[in-house]
């Protein structure tokens, strides 16, 4: 039979139990759920990749919308367009394998661009937020690291070169994706303040139907919890700017 003991009494024996517990997990290098649980922060907290999520930037009004649609095995497919022409026929294919987002290909008038990282004269490298002392990067089957799923503490470059195919006809062209991934950071816009983003600086160059040449530069903040494109600023080929403003699941 126990003994029942008076409210005073509990109130002691929680409290040593508390404090115990508090020691015991300091000592063990843990947290506790009434100190909150700290993680490292993921790519897919900012992109919300892992959900049926969709947003709309605008430019004064709206300018376009994207929504992510997940598949098995990791994938995820973003399409990007116009929201009164609204789906369009045409998404990014991403996969998430290990500590990394692979970038596979995408759709486009009627059939599939592959891209292809391997082979001669082809490669991707990760270097610092200079772009600075880089090594190489193993081949994945060709795909493009396209960005940590970790978020490190410190802003690092990739730099992919390597052909894509459209699947339709054959036909080949050379690119470069230069990144340069920025750690979490204070972010607001006119339409959600006190945010937290990711910032992603990019530069492509390519030759296809014209030269090797730049054909884009902007730079694009995405923020945790509300998805991709919180703010584009784009200099290359033109100056532009635009803002998320609305999100949501479906």
């Given at each position: 039979?126990?003994?029942?003991?008076?409210?005073?009494?509990?109130?002691?024996?929680?409290?040593?139990?508390?404090?115990?517990?508090?020691?015991?997990?300091?000592?063990?290098?843990?947290?506790?759920?009434?100190?909150?649980?700290?993680?490292?922060?993921?790519?897919?907290?900012?992109?919300?990749?892992?959900?049926?999520?969709?947003?709309?930037?605008?430019?004064?009004?709206?300018?376009?919308?994207?929504?992510?649609?997940?598949?098995?095995?990791?994938?995820?497919?973003?399409?990007?367009?116009?929201?009164?022409?609204?789906?369009?026929?045409?998404?990014?294919?991403?996969?998430?394998?290990?500590?990394?987002?692979?970038?596979?290909?995408?759709?486009?008038?009627?059939?599939?661009?592959?891209?292809?990282?391997?082979?001669?004269?082809?490669?991707?490298w990760i270097g610092?937020?200079?772009?600075?002392?880089?090594?190489?990067?193993?081949?994945?089957?060709?795909?493009?690291?396209?960005?940590?799923?970790?978020?490190?503490?410190?802003?690092?470059?990739?730099?992919?070169?390597?052909?894509?195919?459209?699947?339709?006809?054959?036909?080949?062209?050379?690119?470069?994706?230069?990144?340069?991934?920025?750690?979490p950071a204070p972010?607001?816009?006119?339409?959600?303040?006190?945010?937290?983003?990711?910032?992603?600086?990019?530069?492509?160059?390519?030759?296809?139907?014209?030269?090797?040449?730049?054909?884009?530069?902007?730079?694009?903040?995405?923020?945790?919890?509300?998805?991709?494109?919180?703010?584009?600023?784009?200099?290359?080929?033109?100056?532009?700017?635009?803002?998320?403003?609305?999100?949501?699941?479906?």
């Amino acid at each position: 039979m126990y003994k029942k003991l008076n409210p005073t009494k509990w109130a002691i024996l929680l409290m040593a139990f508390v404090v115990t517990a508090v020691g015991a997990g300091i000592a063990m290098g843990k947290v506790y759920a009434y100190a909150s649980f700290s993680a490292a922060p993921v790519y897919g907290d900012f992109s919300m990749m892992t959900q049926r999520s969709a947003g709309q930037y605008w430019a004064g009004q709206w300018s376009g919308q994207w929504a992510w649609n997940p598949q098995s095995g990791g994938e995820s497919r973003i399409s990007w367009g116009d929201p009164a022409k609204w789906p369009p026929d045409s998404y990014e294919k991403f996969i998430h394998q290990e500590d990394w987002v692979m970038l596979d290909g995408w759709t486009g008038n009627g059939t599939y661009y592959k891209e292809n990282v391997s082979g001669a004269g082809n490669g991707e490298w990760i270097g610092d937020a200079n772009c600075k002392n880089l090594a190489p990067l193993p081949s994945s089957g060709g795909r493009q690291h396209y960005v940590r799923w970790t978020i490190p503490t410190q802003a690092y470059c990739l730099i992919a070169k390597g052909t894509i195919t459209e699947q339709s006809s054959g036909k080949t062209f050379h690119f470069e994706h230069q990144q340069i991934w920025s750690p979490p950071a204070p972010c607001s816009n006119q339409y959600y303040q006190n945010q937290t983003c990711i910032t992603q600086h990019e530069r492509w160059s390519d030759d296809n139907g014209h030269p090797f040449q730049l054909t884009l530069d902007r730079s694009v903040q995405i923020a945790k919890g509300l998805g991709m494109a919180f703010t584009i600023n784009q200099t290359f080929p033109s100056p532009w700017h635009a803002e998320l403003r609305y999100h949501w699941l479906w």
